[in-house]
């Protein structure tokens, strides 16, 4: 094993982040028992918050960041884990109260980790990331609340960033007619390939609306929040399902009771950070099923360690369309 690892490294003076790629020593690993060789990685609206202090996401400095990652056990003294299992983690607080995966190590305990699909390549795998899987997570959710392809259209929010890019690809696979909100008109080509049937302007939903509006949306996944899920709410149809995992318009959720007690419309909360271990692997194995591969690649774009920063703003200002993947050895 090393004795040093190259990371991009979070830390704050004075109220300032500062962020630096550099090479830190194997011992400023955290406590675990299942020591990893990182591949990939891959950069998450949430990562990108981290890496610019715009939110407290990173509950201790310094930090690496990063809540995905993907890559080989190198040690272990978990018995279920080997070395040389190929492994992948999502979310558990890594990259914000724990070193994460943009680097080339990360130490983590065991029961973090689930066994990569074999699926997917390590580089897919991240790809999907956090955001794909919390797609997934959506989109099972929809189901619980009895939401079948034939019921009528499903609104899908923040439809070129990870979550809505990915929910979109596997909504069309499954036969579902799928509409795209979203900013960024020049991309409708990009979304329509992905399998969106139609797109609306996001500026329809993000103001004030009112309680109820007249009935479209069979289902709806959402992560924007704020006035936008709360319009969403007011427009889903009777019975119709909402699967809520973001906040990028804002946490706070400006509506009433009357959809869920007029309609019976059914308001899920996607949690991907905490989920169990058995609904992960339910997740991954859905994504291994359901995802088109081909569609995985129009998805997704690759780079280094060293472009992190500036990814993160571009992120943060709406021009990075669908994943980021992060290969931590360039």
């Not at 109220?15 to 028992?33: A, N």
């Not at 795209?180 to 080509?189: C, D, I, K, N, V």
């Amino acid at each position: 094993m090393a004795d040093t690892f190259r990371a991009v490294r979070v830390t704050q003076h004075e109220g300032q982040t500062r962020v630096e790629l550099t090479d830190l020593p194997m011992t400023d690993l955290p406590e675990g028992d299942v020591t990893v060789r990182i591949s990939h990685s891959t950069l998450n609206y949430k990562d990108a918050l981290a890496l610019t202090g715009r939110r407290p996401i990173v509950k201790r400095f310094p930090m690496v960041p990063g809540i995905d990652f993907a890559g080989v056990v190198e040690q272990s003294t978990d018995p279920e884990w080997l070395p040389g299992d190929q492994v992948i983690l999502n979310g558990w607080g890594v990259g914000e109260a724990h070193f994460g995966g943009l680097a080339q190590y990360a130490r983590v305990r065991g029961e973090w980790l689930i066994p990569r699909p074999k699926a997917f390549s390590p580089a897919q795998a991240m790809a999907i990331g956090t955001a794909g899987y919390t797609a997934m997570l959506c989109v099972m959710a929809l189901e619980a609340g009895g939401v079948a392809p034939g019921d009528g259209e499903v609104l899908v929010t923040g439809a070129a960033g990870g979550v809505g890019s990915v929910a979109i690809a596997l909504l069309s696979k499954l036969g579902y007619r799928v509409i795209a909100s979203t900013g960024r008109p020049a991309e409708a080509p990009w979304l329509k390939a992905l399998g969106a049937a139609d797109l609306i302007d996001r500026a329809s939903l993000s103001e004030p609306g009112k309680p109820v509006a007249a009935e479209r949306w069979a289902g709806v996944i959402d992560a924007v929040g704020s006035h936008t899920l709360a319009n969403a709410l007011a427009q889903t149809r009777y019975g119709g399902a909402v699967a809520a995992c973001g906040l990028a318009q804002g946490f706070d959720l400006p509506t009433t009771v009357f959809p869920f007690i007029l309609r019976g419309v059914t308001l899920y909360g996607i949690d991907s950070v905490n989920a169990p271990r058995d609904k992960r692997q339910r997740a991954w194995g859905r994504l291994a099923r359901d995802l088109d591969p081909a569609v995985l690649a129009r998805l997704t774009s690759e780079h280094g360690l060293a472009e992190v920063p500036d990814l993160a703003l571009a992120l943060l200002g709406g021009q990075v369309r669908g994943r980021l993947v992060v290969d931590v050895n360039r």
